[in-house]
């Protein structure tokens, strides 16, 4: 199972883009996008918790950006605004079971098994 991403592409600083992601939407599931930078380590960049509805956010894009997503469509939204240069990178939706012990999603990239392929996000200045 791979997820698909879509929704990236060239923003002028201070712009808006919203990603999309095809993936599991279910409550025993976590779904999370990451994103990667040229020579710099994946990172997590906001997080949703299928059991709760929980998101969570890294804190550079807090107040920024918006995870969501909707059920019938299988789709998890990542709404990115006021961006900045620094945002530019191939972005990455990543899904992971539910432990079953009510273990909150984490920004571990290692704890996800089910990746997409990635789509640019390229923000000019």
């Known amino acids: 199972v791979q997820l698909v991403e879509s929704g990236g592409g060239l923003v002028q600083a201070g712009g808006s883009l919203r990603l999309s992601c095809l993936a599991p939407?279910?409550?025993?599931?976590?779904v999370c996008w990451f994103r990667q930078a040229p020579e710099k380590e994946r990172e997590g960049v906001a997080c949703?918790?299928?059991?709760?509805?929980?998101?969570y956010y890294q804190d550079s894009v807090q107040g920024r950006f918006t995870i969501s997503s909707d059920r019938p469509k299988s789709t998890v939204y990542l709404d990115m605004n006021s961006l900045k240069p620094e945002d530019t990178a191939v972005y990455y939706c990543?899904?992971?079971?539910?432990?079953?012990?009510?273990?909150?999603?984490?920004?571990?990239?290692?704890?996800?098994?089910?990746w997409g392929r990635g789509t640019q996000v390229t923000v000019s200045s």
């Open positions: 949703l918790w299928g059991r709760d509805g929980s998101a």
């Open positions: 990543a899904a992971a079971q539910d432990d079953g012990w009510g273990t909150p999603p984490t920004f571990r990239p290692w704890e996800y098994d089910i």
């Open positions: 939407t279910g409550e025993n599931y976590a």
